[in-house]
């Protein structure tokens, strides 16, 4: 008998394999639609291995991405077959995470066809051939050993002098600014190719001599390649900054998911700062009824740090900020995490204005966010340190502080690592990466994390006129409805900023279109997705939990949030 019951089995066994069920077949194409998620981010790793670095993956660390015409034209044909691909799945036979998924994956493939293929940011942009940040990472990175990462580094920087060639041959007219941009960007590239490369081979012993000779060879290659964005590419280079109205739209519509267009989105952007100017005029009323919010704001400047004391006082704001989301119960703050403070070093200071802050990888088990603030220069005049210092008031502190760590972009780094949707770990959709670090301002506000409530208040809502501006302001110059310097001089009339620092600001919105848009947009959208989370929980509605469960989806668009969080 028990001889037979198992032939049965073995004969239902075969019958499965042979005429599988439904809920087989919904496995099997669910499987399938996973596999395809892994095979087209491996793609994307391979054909980006400087983004693959930068988020905690290895193997391709060896590797400049190969930027020959024939490359990005392979690499639009590829994307185009993984587009096909994705509509071949019956999203019926999905689960909702991979509806969700599949939705992500075809914007991430169109937006990136838009930019080889209409937006043609490769034959425009001479700074994305100018490597640093892949070779930057394998200097200044925490993984393998520096014995590893010398290995790898040598590799990158043999590549260097075929990747700028790549360069000469693929740029045609550039706006003018992407040339002078690059050229400042290539000469300020060189003590990293004199300095800390051959510093970095010596430390690790790792074929020191090899790596002096490629070093050269990179930087000959970089004099060669300034050479020619100087005598060559910047007389031909009248090429217009606006990307246009035809692929403006499109990267709302796709990146961002919006209903908005250019049209509607300026005028929406346009209402949005007249009601941030009167928030202004009356926050500054109640802090001193004969000080406009302007003149106020210069007297909040004149509080700040002493030079040697800058960076600790952004450290102390960002413990007390982890404290205050601990104690208020904002967030869930995940085990073993840390943010620690350090100067810029010398070689990467030309890079960004301030600093930056770097997130821990999302492919990593480091859990460690690092602040990294440009030193104030010992030899810069009384009056030019002021000036520096004034721009790092302690309300600016208290409210840049929680944007960047807690319950800001570090914690948002942290979830994304949590991710069981291995797309999402990596996906950032600008609306809601951007979003999120407004929206933590206004809920520090809210929750009674600033030291001075009024003053702070003020320069938050300064801050956020400034984010609302770039609604204006990217819309504008892409549509071409605004040139460069009248972007600049908005920026002074407008928003209070020097005029010195206007530059460096406007160049955000025109080396990447529509993401400046992200800030107030994502704010707006997640503020009414809270609304509505509220109302749909009643008084089971918990601070903590809403916020637990949007960052756990991973940074999407709020859209597709919203169809997790509040479902039909």
Not at 51 to 61: I, L, M, N, P
Not at 296 to 305: C, F, G, K, M, N
Not at 354 to 378: A, E, M, N
Not at 443 to 448: N, R, S
Request: glycine fraction near 4%; hydrophobic fraction near 40%; charged fraction near 30%.
């Amino acid at each position: 008998m028990r001889k037979e019951a198992t032939c049965i089995a073995c004969v239902a066994g075969l019958l499965a394999l042979l005429f599988p069920g439904p809920e087989t077949a919904a496995s099997d194409r669910a499987n399938d639609f996973d596999a395809f998620v892994e095979r087209y981010l491996e793609y994307r790793w391979r054909t980006d291995p400087e983004a693959a670095t930068r988020s905690g993956v290895h193997r391709y660390d060896s590797i400049l991405a190969r930027m020959s015409k024939e490359d990005f034209s392979a690499r639009s044909a590829t994307l185009g077959e993984f587009l096909d691909e994705t509509f071949a799945f019956d999203s019926k036979a999905l689960s909702h995470d991979q509806q969700i998924d599949l939705q992500l994956v075809r914007s991430d493939i169109r937006v990136r066809r838009e930019d080889i293929d209409r937006i043609r940011d490769w034959q425009r942009k001479p700074t994305m051939y100018i490597p640093f940040g892949g070779l930057n990472d394998l200097v200044n990175g925490e993984f393998a050993t520096e014995q590893e990462r010398a290995r790898a580094l040598l590799a990158r920087l043999q590549q260097v002098p075929r990747v700028l060639g790549e360069g000469r041959d693929n740029l045609e007219r550039p706006p003018r600014l992407f040339t002078e941009t690059a050229i400042r960007t290539a000469r300020q590239m060189i003590p990293f190719y004199e300095h800390a490369i051959p510093n970095f081979a010596e430390r690790s012993g790792y074929r020191v001599s090899e790596f002096r000779a490629a070093a050269q060879m990179a930087k000959a290659a970089l004099l060669d390649y300034l050479e020619f964005l100087e005598d060559d590419l910047l007389p031909r280079s009248n090429g217009a900054i606006a990307i246009g109205k035809e692929s403006y739209n499109y990267l709302l519509r796709e990146l961002h998911m919006l209903d908005d267009d250019s049209d509607s989105l300026l005028k929406k952007g346009e209402l949005y700062f007249r009601e941030i100017e009167q928030l202004l005029d009356d926050t500054a009323s109640e802090i001193d009824p004969d000080k406009s919010w302007q003149e106020i704001t210069e007297d909040i400047r004149a509080d700040h740090p002493s030079a040697d004391g800058l960076l600790e006082a952004y450290c102390d704001e960002i413990q007390r900020s982890r404290s205050h989301v601990i104690e208020q119960g904002l967030v869930t703050v995940p085990p073993n995490e840390e943010v620690r403070c350090l100067d810029t070093p010398p070689s990467q200071r030309a890079f960004s204005p301030f600093g930056t802050f770097r997130q821990p990888p999302p492919f990593s088990d480091s859990k460690v966010g690092y602040l990294i603030l440009h030193p104030i220069d010992p030899d810069l005049s009384t009056d030019a340190t002021e000036k520096l210092l004034r721009a790092h008031d302690y309300t600016w502190i208290s409210v840049i502080a929680p944007h960047e760590a807690y319950p800001g972009h570090h914690l948002q780094a942290l979830k994304a690592q949590e991710n069981p949707r291995v797309f999402r770990r990596v996906y950032s959709a600008p609306i809601f990466s951007e979003g999120w670090g407004l929206y933590t301002e206004e809920l520090m506000y809210e929750t009674g994390f600033f030291r001075d409530p009024q003053l702070t208040r003020l320069t938050q809502l300064r801050l956020r006129l400034w984010r609302a501006a770039r609604i204006i302001l990217d819309t504008k110059l892409h549509t071409g409805q605004m040139s460069y310097d009248e972007a600049r001089q908005f920026l002074v009339d407008n928003v209070g900023f020097e005029e010195s620092s206007t530059a460096g600001e406007v160049n955000i919105y025109v080396f990447r279109p529509s993401y400046a848009i992200a800030y107030v947009v994502g704010f707006g959208q997640i503020m009414k997705l809270r609304d509505d989370y509220r109302r749909r929980k009643g008084a089971a509605f918990n601070l903590r939990e809403f916020h637990d469960r949007l960052l756990t989806l991973g940074s999407m668009p709020i859209p597709l949030a919203r169809q997790l969080l509040l479902p039909e």
